[in-house]
């Protein structure tokens, strides 16, 4: 992690600056901001050391004098500002704009940001450790009650799970602070309060019942600062129907805060009368802490995700505009990076199909049973219809189509909006306990459908051009073929021979596109050619086989003005090459001549040999398979006999 060291200390005073800047934004504190910018400063210096030499002592031992202090000045806990957790921040705005500029790749930036924000994580535990011991309080003296504190460190720093990581920061504040009780609400991206988890499950069902006003009171009780306590006769309505319905008298309440905003709060009590001991509070108010950095780290790495999963889902949208994929393969491409960016297992993508103008179902993934039914088609036909996305969660009051129930945990419908017409709809869906989608994931995903539908648009384009396209190249095929009864149908055969070749040779689509157009025009030339010699019924004298010779250069000269078909010219050109290098037009040998060329080749001969002319008749299946056996390797390249005669068994 060299590099990020270097970074750090390279941009120090930048990040000094932003620091300043977020300080002088938060709300005025107890302990100074030039006292705080001290701390950082010397943090940052130590930082860097720690990070070169993976030795973190001098630091620990800085943040353990600096708990000492504030326990000596009697600063309670709740006034200890959130140094480590500011430092954080500004040493994550001033790194991502190494990202914007383009000197840091962003996976690597996430990579070195988990390690400085454990570092920094352990730089708060040390200064709680050291503050609560210096204070001679007995829960955190307590061996027992220590390995606790300790051990939701590691649930903290080890669990990628948010809602197991909620589940485990419950079971650990009971642990330590020895309160039967705890629920864990966090505010969500409207700033409501949520509750999200409870050591015991009835409390969290008792919660999640509570009407939007109770949970909203209990919400501006926190926001008053400080931990509180609740008792029951003492309050507005709304919080004694909570401790009422929650089944307690009291209740102690401590706010989870970064230095940015309220996170969510610890609800602890013991479901009977009796007042909390200071240690029980301060404990609690340390447990907290540790919680409010454990859930940030979290969001910031799921928004850093966020993010990635979005340039990934750019960068798949962008290469199926710029190049041909297959339209089944693209939509289902896209509807597995949909799922991917939100988590979902299940989902499916409907498109507008043009006559009928009806949605059908292009692309599924997972267990899509749960995105049918007259319920789910009447939500498909508002989202058309507003051209609105629709955000489902298990339990919501607010979703925009009333009856709509389905048999996920979340789900989302997006319409797929180009030039404000809809061309389809992307519905996926989340089984996951207790998922819950936030407003940037919702708008990322409404974002990755308008550019999903957008490269559907450009497929379709391209399909209508290329069977145009293909029509018009087509009518000229049979027209050159009809100054001869005997070569008609003779190139669309050539090409179904070659097109089958190339795809059993495993070639991408753009190389079998570009086979099956130079299949349709190799004979293109033969237009300049005489019909007195291409009808002639006998042997052709030299000057009229050199006047047959020069059909491909011929062809060449009437492609090279269209620059997109510039890719087929080779083939065209070369078709006539022999694999020992005595074939037109350049005397080309083996793996120079280009491998369309080749195939052509063989098709070519093939379907001459099969079919009548007005110097012979057509040979037989098997004379023609004897022919192409005995040429492989000299007329022939015999990779391409070989694969073109397994299509033929397999045929027969």
């Not at 988990?114 to 450790?129: A, G, I, Q």
């Not at 920061?169 to 999200?196: E, H, N, W, Y």
């Not at 306990?433 to 497929?459: C, H, R, W």
């Not at 020992?580 to 060329?597: C, L, N, S, V």
Request: proline share 4%; net charge negative; glycine share 6%.
């Amino acid at each position: 992690m060299k590099w990020i060291a270097e970074a750090i200390l390279e941009h120090e005073a930048d990040i000094l600056k932003e620091l300043d800047r977020l300080l002088a934004e938060g709300p005025s504190a107890v302990v100074t901001p030039e006292e705080v910018m001290k701390q950082a400063q010397l943090t940052l210096e130590l930082l860097v050391e720690a990070l070169n030499t993976r030795q973190s002592a001098a630091l620990f031992t800085r943040w353990e004098a600096i708990g000492k202090q504030y326990s000596e000045r009697d600063l309670p806990m709740s006034d200890i500002p959130r140094t480590s957790d500011i430092l954080k921040r500004a040493t994550w705005t001033v790194m991502e704009e190494l990202v914007e500029s383009g000197g840091v790749k962003l996976s690597d930036l996430v990579d070195a940001m988990m390690v400085v924000e454990s570092v920094l994580n352990d730089c708060w535990f040390m200064m709680v450790h050291s503050y609560l011991g210096s204070r001679d309080i007995k829960v955190a003296a307590s061996t027992e009650r220590m390995e606790a504190l300790y051990a939701l460190t590691e649930v903290l720093s080890g669990e990628s799970d948010e809602f197991q990581m909620y589940r485990g920061i419950v079971d650990q504040v009971v642990s330590i602070t020895g309160l039967p009780r705890c629920a864990l609400l966090l505010f969500d991206d409207d700033g409501k309060l949520q509750p999200v988890a409870a050591n015991y499950s009835d409390a969290l069902k008792r919660l999640l019942e509570r009407t939007p006003d109770e949970l909203a009171a209990l919400g501006a009780v926190i926001s008053l600062g400080g931990p509180v306590i609740l008792e029951e006769g003492n309050n507005p309505s709304e919080l004694e129907a909570v401790l009422a319905n929650y089944d307690t008298p009291i209740a102690l309440l401590v706010p989870l805060r970064s230095a940015e905003r309220e996170i969510g709060v610890l609800m602890l009590d013991a479901a009977k009368a009796g007042q909390f001991t200071q240690e029980q509070i301060d404990m609690a108010i340390a447990l907290a802490s540790q919680a409010a950095l454990a859930i940030e780290k979290s969001g910031l790495m799921a928004e850093m995700e966020t993010r990635l999963k979005h340039m990934a889902a750019i960068g798949i949208v962008a290469r199926s505009m710029t190049s041909f994929i297959d339209p089944k393969e693209q939509r289902q491409s896209l509807l597995e990076m949909g799922c991917a960016l939100v988590r979902a297992d299940s989902g499916l993508m409907m498109v507008l199909e043009e006559m009928f103008n009806e949605l059908e179902v292009e692309a599924s993934i997972g267990d899509p049973s749960w995105a049918s039914g007259d319920a789910f088609n009447g939500a498909v036909q508002w989202v058309t219809e507003m051209q609105e996305t629709v955000l489902w969660r298990k339990g919501a009051r607010d979703v925009p189509v009333p009856g709509l129930f389905l048999e996920v945990e979340a789900a989302i419908l997006a319409p797929m909006l180009v030039r404000d017409k809809v061309v389809g709809v992307l519905a996926v869906g989340s089984s996951r306990p207790g998922e819950n989608y936030s407003k940037d994931e919702l708008e990322m995903f409404k974002n990755f459908a308008a550019q999903a539908a957008v490269s559907i648009e450009n497929t379709q384009l391209y399909d209508r051009l290329q069977t145009t396209y293909l029509g018009a190249i087509g009518a000229l095929a049979a027209a050159i073929e009809a100054r001869d009864p005997y070569t008609v149908g003779h190139s669309a055969r050539v090409t179904q021979y070659a097109v089958a070749i190339a795809e059993s040779m495993g070639m991408s689509i753009e190389e079998v596109e570009e086979i099956r157009l130079a299949g349709l025009l190799h004979d293109l030339g033969k237009i300049g050619v005489p019909d007195s010699i291409l009808n002639k019924p006998g042997r052709l004298s030299d000057e009229e086989y050199t006047a047959i010779k020069m059909h491909p250069a011929l062809s060449m000269r009437i492609i090279e003005p269209l620059p997109h078909l510039g890719n087929i010219i080779p083939i065209i050109y070369h078709h006539h090459e022999r694999f020992d290098g005595h074939g037109y037009m350049d005397g080309k040998a083996g793996e120079k001549i280009p491998i369309g060329a080749r195939i052509i080749a063989v098709a070519d001969s093939y379907e001459a040999m099969t079919s009548d002319r007005p110097y012979r008749s057509a040979l037989s299946r098997e004379e023609a398979v004897a022919e192409l056996r005995m040429n492989a390797g000299s007329q022939f390249d015999p990779e391409v006999v070989r694969h073109f005669l397994d299509l033929l068994d397999q045929s027969a």
